[in-house]
Structures are given as C-alpha cells and as structure tokens.
T-cell receptor, first 116, second 112 residues
Framework: SAVISQKPSRDICQRGTSLTIQCQVD?????MFWYRQQPGQSLTLIATANQGSEATYESGFVIDKFPISRPNLTFSTLTVSNMSPEDSSIYLCSALLAGPYKDEQFFGPGTRLTVL | QQQVKQSPQSLIVQKGGISIINCAYENTAFDYFPWYQQFPGKGPALLIA?????SEKKEGRFTISFNKSAKQFSLHIMDSQPGDSATYFC???????????FGTGTSLTVIP
C-alpha cells in the first residue's frame, strides 16, 4: 500500500472564498482521483487528475468550480472555488497502485471542509 | 444510477456475532470487488477484495462470498468486535478500467 497525505486535514472557510487541498503520495502513481463525501454518505467521484493534462470531470462537476492540478506523479491539488455552504463536505484524494490482480485504490485521510 | 447496490444501510450486531453486508451489481464488465472500511474522521481503507473466478476469499475474520450468476457479493465479519464498528463500502471496477463504483455504505455498530 501507499501512504497518502492530505493538507489541510480540516478548515472552516467563509462563503465566496476558495480553498486548495493538497494530496501527496509517497510513491509514483499513474492515476489519482478526487472524491467528495457528505457526512454519513457514500463517495462521489469529482474527477480524475491526469498528469500533464487537464483533469477529467464527472457529470455535475466543472473545472471552474473545482480546478485540479497534477504537476507530477506524486502530487495533486483540488481547489474548491467561490465556496458556498453546500460545498461543506469531506474531500478525499485517492491513488491507484499495482495489486496482485489489478490496480487497487487507496485513499488519503480526507479534508473536512466547513463553509459558513 | 447506482451501479452497486448495498444493504443494509445500518447494522447492529452483538459482540461475537456475525455481521453480514450484501452488495449487488448488474454490469457484467465488473471483474474486481473490493471492500473498504472507514472509521470516523479517516479515509476509507482497503479491507479485502475478490475477483470473479473465486467464490470465496477469507482473511482473518473477514470473508467475501461471491455469487457470479446472481451478481451478488457479501462481506461476512465473524466474531464481530466493538473495534469493527465502522462504515463499510463495497465497490466494483471494470475489466481494463480504472474507475471504482462504490456502494452507499453500511454503518456497523458492534455492541459489547
């Protein structure tokens, strides 16, 4: 498995501001993802962070709201822009690592965001 | 549309009992079925996974049972302990695919 870290672990932000979440993996990985998880809910994929190219967004998520960077094979950032209280959630990054059968997905500890 | 359906939403089990969580899918392109365990304030952690060419996989007290014809798989936690209290997610991914599809989660409480 890999060690995946995220910063910050939590933050409280004002409406209309932006927050950038960092994700660091301790080994090089080809695929990184960003998820959103409402408390007590399942995981919703926001986008796939592609190294060297624009992220691939899922339906309902747009680049202007959630810009993503992936400058290398171990690091990615997710920005939550122009925040509103509806953006309050846990944001998780994940990475795929080679497993015995196929690539396995590992998650970071999450960033708990509260928007006032 | 939920690609992987999970039940029950919540489960309360006595210490020492068996916890059973079920998942079902429709897409026959799925060929990898992991389970994740998530404690409050933590990210999901890979617990155990199975591929469709086996019907059962056991790791310690955790067992996945897989029924390919019924397109169902389940997680069994034997001798459940209070420390197993967490939310469990099943997932599936496709052959030659990188995206994982998650169930809605089951909140397990093991009471002493």
């Amino acid at each position: 498995s890999a060690v995946i870290s995220q910063k910050p672990s939590r933050d409280i932000c004002q409406r209309g501001t932006s927050l950038t979440i960092q994700c660091q993996v301790d080994s090089q990985v080809t695929m990184m993802f960003w998820y959103r998880q409402q408390p007590g809910q399942s995981l919703t994929l926001i986008a796939t962070a592609n190294q060297g190219s624009e992220a691939t967004y899922e339906s309902g998520f747009v680049i202007d709201k959630f810009p993503i960077s992936r400058p290398n094979l171990t690091f990615s950032t997710l920005t939550v822009s122009n925040m509103s209280p509806e953006d309050s959630s846990i944001y998780l990054c994940s990475a795929l690592l080679a497993g015995p059968y196929k690539d396995e997905q590992f998650f970071g500890p999450g960033t708990r965001l509260t928007v006032l | 549309q939920q690609q992987v359906k999970q039940s029950p939403q919540s489960l309360i089990v006595q210490k020492g009992g068996i916890s059973i969580i079920n998942c079902a899918y429709e897409n026959t392109a799925f060929d990898y079925f992991p389970w994740y365990q998530q404690f409050p304030g933590k990210g999901p952690a890979l617990l155990i996974a199975i591929r469709p060419d086996v019907s059962e996989k056991k790791e310690g007290r955790f067992t996945i049972s897989f029924n390919k014809s019924a397109k169902q798989f389940s997680l069994h936690i034997m001798d459940s302990q209070p420390g197993d209290s967490a939310t469990y997610f099943c997932a599936a991914s496709k052959r030659n695919g990188n995206q994982f599809y998650f169930g809605t989660g089951t909140s397990l409480t093991v009471i002493p």
